[in-house]
């Protein structure tokens, strides 16, 4: 696929993603029903809950493509795995915002040392360390995979996040869609969720394509050598 | 391959041995920490058995860190790493050879940590020492398999020593709850059914740590 078709792909599948996220904004304001306990601040969910989705699917990518760039050294991985990791980084920076603005009425606090929270936070930390370590390392090659180890390892911490709610008593609600009795939500409250769900996941797998193309673009041929300033 | 973990762990206790200059410095580190929280503690408000537990562990962090990045740079200087690499030993061997050397200095790190807080902080442990042992060991052991690891990445880094607390530091943290969680309950004086569960998931820490650096490093290591 040639670079400007591939361009005019990662554009058209971003504005798709972005149209549907707007769309799912204005059911969020005018359509959905408010939820009686929580009252307005419910509403911050329908943004949280996809950005927390999308941040565990471009990390949970990240650290499969630098597995195999480890495995493979294929460029093309490497290039997934910087492109989905930029894209963790973003949404987890959504998710690690909207999430205390609701704990602030919900919990009474901005921040608590819940379990799912900190690991959360620390997953962050993680791949900022990947971008802080692949940018200081002179050797290109050397740095891209040295990155992609510490993505890997962080990787290990993602169950670790899943299982830890279970492991340590959990202010984070019960799930309410992927219950093992069925979603507890309302169907209005679902149809916002899986919509802006739906939109979250298009806008990233975008930008993703979009950052993937550029990259590559960016990237010497093999004739040519790759050195590159440490940051 | 043990044979050669042995002979490096070895290798690397005695070149630590003879120039001491890494070991006294993380001793002294932990010495002069114990007596900077035992003064900065409103004793009057704060009982130091309550706060204990976590400090000895944060101390241990601070200076297996510190010690940890570190451990390469005498071989680094003189090209001796490079000529380890060129040894027919497995590089897993290397890997668990030198998380072994420094296994053995984070431990005296932790004995050194027990006693500047029972000096300074007036804490005397009850129970038997075996079981305090008992909660350190898997932490040592996790501490030094994942500082020698990335100990060995952030010496590529330009960024060196800044670099290594950000990628440990995150990885860490469940096992520093768990360890200070369970030297905090022993000097509480509660029961070992009460930390049993914790140390098991220390060991699990400890030993996935010790497996994953054992796969990864000749990622690391290699050109």
Sequence with gaps: MGSKSATIGGVAFAATGAAIVLAAHWMVAFWVPTEASMGLVQRIFYVHVPAAWTTFLAFGLAALASAAYLWLEDERADAAAVAAAEGGLVFGAIMLVSGPLWGRIAWGTYWTWEPRLTLTLLLWFTYLGYFLLRNSVRDVRRGRRLAAVVAVVGALNIPLIHVSVSWFRSLHPEAVVLNPEGPTLHPDMLVTLLTSLGGFTILFLGLLWLRYSAEMAGRPSDAEPAEQTPA | ?223
Excluded: C, Q, Y
């Excluded at chain 2, 940890?68 to 497995?90: K, Q």
């Design chain 2, 1 to 223: 391959m043990l044979r050669w973990a042995w002979l490096i762990a070895v290798k690397d206790l005695r070149i630590e041995f003879r120039a001491r200059g890494r070991f006294l410095a993380m001793i002294a580190f932990v010495l002069l920490a114990g007596f900077l929280f035992a003064v900065s503690l409103d004793r009057t408000r704060v009982d130091a058995r309550d706060v204990a537990g976590p400090l000895v562990w944060l101390v241990m962090l601070f200076a297996s860190t510190a010690g940890a990045g570190r451990a390469f740079d005498a071989e680094d200087e003189a090209g001796a790493f490079r000529h380890l690499l060129l040894a027919p030993a497995p590089r897993p061997a290397i890997f668990l050879g030198k998380a072994a050397a420094n296994a053995a200095l984070v431990a005296a790190v932790a004995a050194a940590a027990f006693a500047a807080f029972a000096l300074f902080l007036g804490i005397r442990a009850p129970g038997a020492l075996a079981s305090h042992a008992g909660v350190l060991l898997p932490g040592v052991i996790g501490l030094a398999a994942t500082g020698t690891f990335f100990g060995r990445i952030s010496a590529h880094s330009s960024l060196g020593d800044t670099l290594l607390p950000v990628l440990t530091f995150p990885l860490l943290v469940p096992m520093m709850f768990f360890g200070s969680t369970g030297t905090a309950r022993l000097l509480m004086e509660r029961p070992w059914s009460e930390v049993a569960g914790f140390v098991r998931l220390l060991w699990a820490f400890a030993v996935g740590s010790m497996a994953a650096g054992s796969l990864l490093f000749r990622h690391v290591v290699d050109d």
